[in-house]
């Protein structure tokens, strides 16, 4: 069953609440903020080995332990910080995770020298194969593997499959252009 189809059985209600308000509002729509491009990395990455849910939970906790999500803040963390997010029991006390997040802050602010933008480093690369963006991300980020990327990438409209092709969202993704349409 597909995701957009498992919503509507979802139970109990605060549950279906949280998935139908993400997957509406979020999951698919391109993102043009580098942080909330940035910040929707960080819980792909938090998320590998656990349920969206779980993470979906975290969202708020996330943006508060990791500065909203801001690239030149999460660059700049020191050691204190990190041992702040590993006693941090709002988000995922994953040390590899959180190294990952302020490694991928670091790389982004060099991207942003090259590129002007973490968006623009993405859009200098599209389009590619599901195939040639792992790689790519394997080779500039830390803690990402096919799994987090394609997520990543379907989540903000670079990969098309985010929702299933009856499901009435997809015409609300397609009146903001995202990227798989432009293939």
């Not at 999500?69 to 590993?86: C, G, M, Q, V, W």
């Not at 480093?121 to 980020?141: A, Q």
Request: aromatic residues 12%; contains cysteine.
């Amino acid at each position: 069953m597909s995701y957009c189809a498992s919503i509507e059985t979802m139970q109990p209600e605060e549950r279906r609440a949280l998935h139908q308000n993400y997957h509406d509002n979020h999951y698919g729509f391109p993102i043009h903020d580098d942080d909330e491009l940035f910040g929707r990395l960080i819980m792909e990455i938090n998320q590998a080995g656990l349920s969206w849910e779980t993470i979906l939970k975290k969202e708020n906790a996330f943006r508060k332990a990791y500065s909203n999500f801001s690239i030149e803040k999460i660059a700049n963390y020191t050691e204190k910080d990190r041992e702040r997010l590993l006693s941090d029991p709002g988000i995922i006390r994953n040390k590899l995770k959180i190294n990952a997040a302020i490694e991928n802050a670091k790389t982004i602010l060099e991207l942003k020298k090259e590129f002007g933008s973490f968006e623009k480093w993405l859009e200098h690369h599209h389009p590619k194969t599901k195939e040639e963006w792992v790689k790519l991300f394997k080779k500039t980020f830390k803690f990402t593997g096919g799994e987090i990327v394609g997520e990543f990438l379907m989540s903000i409209g670079y990969l098309k499959g985010a929702h299933s092709e009856n499901c009435w969202i997809n015409e609300k993704i397609s009146l903001t252009n995202p990227k798989w349409k432009q293939e």
